[in-house]
């Protein structure tokens, strides 16, 4: 159970996010312009914006009481502004920033618990992280397959992409089987070479454009499957825009037979209540791909949970903030967590005891 002091700081931070933002930026600014100067009045603006994000997670671990919540994520950061090319500096300057802040703007003992969590996350940017591993793994099934694939995107051949995977399942591989071992992995791969700096925002845009357009082309093997009777509606929440990982989870439960309902990115909590109860879904399964937008993660499930749906609805979770946080399923109020689309059917044949599923 939370303390009353951890809810209550919790709660006079989210009230003063947008003070306690601003005053960060004009100190980092003021301690560093020739750094911050480069960037102009833009830079000032997302600087603010990444400011509330740091808060919103912060904000985050103290509700949980959990300092480990906000360590993974300043982890996380690190590595994001190093492929930025970021100074090291930057995240020890802005921590500390945070500290002065917090210790002009708020009680002594909220200042020390905050205090607390700041110095757990600088612990852990003063250790030598290794870079992420590479996704492409030449023991992996269908690695010379995941590589060409990978290539063609990255050099901008579509068509290439497109000829290698048709020509695949021509040759009889299996659907699951190229989902997970060559669009799964290469996705992963790409967001991590974009993660470095490694490619462009451009290359990973494109990427993930082809990727979905090659997946619909392989629709007409997946909407032929048999139909068994249940229902799954999915999507990303609101403000959650990376939606390839959801619909290879849709569509692997079609090829399951299931009858699916994918709405797409940045759902608004309306349209996922509409979708629930007029399909009458037995799962809902939704993204969370951004580890600030857990708390709007929590809020849409309470939503959904609140509008009584009248029938037996399993919620499960999943992304690349789902995967990072194993334990956000729980907290979220979900039922379960699934790190791809394969678990998401195991999952699904866990909550839904008539759910069998194909041979």
Known sequence: MRSESHSKIAEVLEKEKRAISEAVVDRMYALHPA?????GEDGRGLSLRDAEYHMTFLIESIEQENPSLFVQYIEWL???FSGLHFPDFVIAAMLDTYQNVFK???TKHQAEVLGSYLKAARKQIQKTLPAPASHIDDKAPLYHLTRQYLDALLTGDRDKASRLILGAVEKGEDIKNIYLNVFQRSQYEIGRLWYMNKISVAQEHFSSAATQLIMSQ???LI???EKIGKRLVSACIADELHEIGIRMVTDFFELEGWDTYYLGSNTPVSSLLQAVNENRADVLALSVTMPFNQTKLTE????VRASKPD???KIMIGGYAANLFPGLWKRSGADGHAR???EALTLAKRLIPDFIGKE
Do not use: S, V
């Open 300 to 303: 849409t499930i309470r939503a």
């Open 218 to 220: 392989l629709y007409p």
């Open 223 to 225: 909407f032929a499957t």
């Open 104 to 106: 002009d703007l708020m």
């Open 35 to 39: 750094l911050w100067q480069q960037y």
């Open 78 to 80: 690190k590595e994001l």
């Open 311 to 313: 029938h037996n609805l």
């Open 340 to 342: 791809d689309a394969e």
